[in-house]
């Protein structure tokens, strides 16, 4: 079955960096296209950033020049790195991806506050 565990969420101060990752399995990884979303308290669920099968990425407008997707195919795992971090990134971000159906991580935390 496919499954999605997200990592590397915590407490950082504005202007900081944090990098998720996301391990997938239960699917033919590198044919897959991966996205990140996020979740802020009160808001619905935004995307942030996209990554096809063959490495072509896409950012919300919110995080373009700040946020960086990529992909380790021997690993099964999508990054997510997230330099000079504002308050307003603070949500919890999911890692998602569609293979007939649609398919959410359990989602981690990031704060960002001083």
């Known amino acids: 079955q496919v499954q999605l565990v997200e990592s590397g969420g915590g407490l950082v101060q504005p202007g900081g960096s944090l990098r998720l990752s996301c391990a997938a399995s239960g699917f033919t990884f590198s044919g897959a296209g991966m996205s990140w979303y996020r979740q802020a308290p009160g808001k619905e669920r935004e995307w942030v950033a996209g990554?096809?099968?063959?490495?072509?990425?896409n950012y919300a407008d919110s995080v373009k020049g700040r946020f960086t997707i990529s992909r380790d195919n021997s690993k099964n795992t999508v990054y997510l790195q997230m330099n000079s971090l504002k308050p307003e990134d603070t949500a919890v971000y999911y890692c998602?991806?569609?293979?007939?159906?649609?398919?959410w991580g359990q989602g981690t935390q990031v704060t960002v506050s001083s």
């Open positions: 998602f991806v569609k293979r007939g159906y649609e398919y």
């Open positions: 990554i096809s099968n063959s490495d072509w990425t």
